[in-house]
């Protein structure tokens, strides 16, 4: 759901995607990601936390790193 929900939120912006998006982009029920995460703030903040602790945690501080993530954040 996660991945689904980063693929809707890069594509169309935060403000533009619904629950009903992310729920058929993950193929589950709009009661699923309720049940999961509650709203779509909370999935938002989900896919951030998990882009946090896996990527940035092994991210070294220099400039060739960050855009490396950039790059990746932008080609899905």
Known sequence: MLHAAVGS????GYGQ???DEI???????????Y???GDK???F???IERF???D???LESTADALLDVASRLSCG
Do not use: G, P, Q, W
């Open 23 to 33: 729920a058929t982009a993950s193929r589950v029920t709009k009661r699923t990601i």
């Open 45 to 47: 903040t989900a896919a």
């Open 41 to 43: 703030a909370e999935v």
């Open 9 to 12: 939120f890069v594509a169309s």
């Open 35 to 37: 049940a999961y995460f």
């Open 17 to 19: 995607v619904t629950i």
């Open 56 to 58: 940035l945690a092994n």
């Open 52 to 54: 946090r602790a896996r």
